[in-house]
């Protein structure tokens, strides 16, 4: 196995030249033997792509689209999630592979050189992997998982081990850094591929799953979120890919950390909220948090607080969003948040006026289609409000 110059092998054209800034700050090897097209894997910080020669002799489009394949692995930070039992280090890599297939590489290029795992290829809704990953491991019994995995697992992801919060951490940061410098030289990443100069977040990566035709709502809500939670550096290891020290040598940095602020999700579950709607939403919300790693929870609200989740803790938040019942007050859901908490309720806009002068920041409302925002614009004007217009803009298919 020989490590290689990939530029010298691929011309990226106007829309993808932001790869090469990435690829500077990895090890690209290759070898005429190995039978696997490509595959990734963490070095000493470092994120290495194996690219097999043939493919890189070829060159083209389809070598592009596989270092973006294997360079979304990486900034994705899949990699830390290979540990436990096989079989479910096996079935994240299929859901991975899906999660990458949306957005982030082309699966019609590379379907020509074997078989490549989308949502509608295993007939999986498109939510985040790893919310599919805590349905599907409940659901599928030992044998139905075996079938699953022999139809559809192709890529060799899962033979790798799982690498630490702080390495994943050190390759994150270094990929970061090269799509702000691509950046500010014009060449501009997809929205799906991190933040771009100045935000400090790396929100709605892994899977977009609002592709091209995003719903406004959504933007906002982002948007929202990523100016009111701040956020604070620490210390940590990151590396210089450009300094002419030894590519070996770590240097200490700072990188983006946890939220200072808690966010607190309150979930509408009362009679008059359609229960698809409220499923829809907390897998819309959980998809805008999930790489942000905000703190907080998710609330379960009608006329009381009926329920309190971790924010990590997607497959219950999922399941008990199913569960509705009683009329609608937002007050309690005041009570119980902290002041410094930001509050963003998911409701339809039927209850009475309440008092959240406790709280440092307006809460967010978001109301469902159908809902009425009356309420809050008359008595309670300083609230955001965010409109979801109509049932078409969800996430395709939620």
């Given at each position: 196995?020989?490590?290689?110059?990939?530029?010298?092998?691929?011309t990226?054209?106007?829309?993808?030249?932001?790869?090469?800034y990435q690829?500077?700050?990895?090890?690209?090897?290759?070898?005429?033997?190995t039978?696997?097209?490509?595959?990734?894997?963490?070095?000493h910080?470092v994120?290495?792509i194996?690219?097999?020669?043939?493919?890189i002799v070829?060159?083209?489009?389809?070598?592009?689209?596989?270092?973006k394949?294997?360079?979304?692995h990486?900034?994705?930070?899949h990699?830390?999630?290979?540990k436990?039992?096989?079989?479910?280090?096996?079935l994240?890599?299929?859901?991975?592979?899906?999660s990458?297939?949306?957005?982030?590489?082309?699966?019609?290029?590379?379907?020509?050189?074997?078989d490549?795992?989308?949502?509608?290829?295993?007939k999986?809704?498109?939510?985040?992997?790893?919310?599919?990953?805590?349905?599907?491991?409940?659901?599928?019994?030992?044998?139905?998982?075996?079938m699953?995995?022999?139809?559809?697992l192709?890529?060799?992801?899962?033979?790798?081990?799982?690498?630490s919060?702080?390495?994943?951490?050190?390759?994150?940061?270094?990929?970061?850094?090269?799509?702000?410098?691509?950046?500010?030289?014009?060449h501009?990443?997809?929205?799906?591929?991190g933040?771009?100069?100045?935000?400090?977040?790396?929100?709605g990566t892994?899977i977009?799953?609002?592709?091209?035709?995003t719903?406004d709502?959504?933007?906002?809500?982002k948007?929202f979120l990523?100016?009111s939670?701040?956020?604070?550096k620490?210390?940590s290891?990151?590396?210089?890919?450009?300094?002419?020290?030894?590519?070996?040598?770590l240097?200490?940095g700072?990188?983006?950390?946890?939220?200072?602020?808690?966010c607190?999700?309150?979930?509408?579950?009362?009679?008059?909220?359609?229960?698809?709607?409220v499923?829809?939403a907390?897998?819309v919300l959980?998809?805008?948090?999930?790489h942000?790693?905000i703190?907080?929870?998710a609330?379960?609200?009608?006329?009381?607080v009926?329920?309190?989740?971790?924010?990590?803790?997607?497959?219950?938040?999922?399941?008990?969003?199913?569960?509705?019942?009683?009329?609608?007050?937002?007050?309690p859901?005041?009570?119980?948040?902290?002041?410094?908490?930001?509050v963003?309720?998911?409701?339809?806009g039927?209850?009475?006026r309440?008092?959240?002068?406790?709280?440092?920041?307006?809460?967010?409302c978001?109301?469902t289609?159908?809902?009425?925002?009356?309420?809050?614009?008359?008595?309670?004007?300083?609230?955001?409000?965010?409109?979801?217009?109509?049932?078409?803009?969800?996430t395709?298919?939620?």
């Amino acid at each position: 196995m020989q490590e290689i110059d990939i530029n010298k092998y691929v011309t990226f054209g106007k829309e993808d030249a932001w790869i090469s800034y990435q690829l500077d700050r990895c090890k690209i090897l290759t070898d005429d033997t190995t039978s696997a097209p490509a595959y990734c894997y963490a070095e000493h910080g470092v994120f290495c792509i194996f690219i097999a020669k043939d493919y890189i002799v070829k060159g083209g489009k389809v070598l592009v689209e596989l270092l973006k394949h294997e360079l979304a692995h990486g900034y994705f930070g899949h990699l830390r999630y290979m540990k436990g039992r096989e079989k479910h280090k096996q079935l994240l890599n299929v859901l991975f592979d899906c999660s990458i297939h949306v957005n982030a590489a082309d699966a019609t290029t590379l379907s020509t050189i074997g078989d490549i795992c989308t949502y509608d290829s295993i007939k999986l809704p498109i939510l985040p992997p790893l919310v599919l990953y805590e349905k599907l491991k409940k659901e599928m019994d030992n044998k139905t998982l075996d079938m699953f995995l022999d139809n559809n697992l192709s890529d060799v992801l899962w033979k790798q081990k799982a690498i630490s919060e702080l390495e994943n951490q050190v390759i994150h940061r270094t990929m970061d850094e090269g799509i702000q410098e691509a950046e500010r030289d014009g060449h501009v990443a997809p929205d799906s591929y991190g933040s771009g100069p100045g935000t400090g977040s790396n929100l709605g990566t892994d899977i977009d799953v609002l592709k091209e035709a995003t719903p406004d709502w959504i933007h906002q809500l982002k948007k929202f979120l990523l100016n009111s939670i701040a956020k604070h550096k620490s210390p940590s290891w990151h590396r210089e890919a450009r300094n002419l020290t030894h590519p070996d040598i770590l240097k200490r940095g700072y990188a983006p950390s946890t939220s200072k602020g808690r966010c607190l999700f309150a979930i509408d579950c009362s009679w008059s909220m359609n229960p698809r709607y409220v499923s829809q939403a907390v897998s819309v919300l959980l998809h805008c948090t999930e790489h942000e790693d905000i703190e907080g929870s998710a609330v379960f609200f009608d006329s009381k607080v009926s329920k309190r989740v971790s924010l990590r803790n997607k497959a219950e938040i999922i399941t008990l969003a199913q569960e509705r019942g009683g009329g609608t007050s937002l007050q309690p859901v005041i009570d119980y948040a902290r002041p410094d908490d930001l509050v963003v309720f998911y409701t339809d806009g039927w209850f009475d006026r309440c008092d959240s002068s406790r709280l440092q920041r307006p809460p967010i409302c978001v109301i469902t289609p159908n809902g009425t925002t009356s309420t809050v614009e008359r008595s309670m004007p300083d609230w955001k409000i965010i409109q979801i217009e109509n049932e078409t803009d969800w996430t395709e298919p939620v």
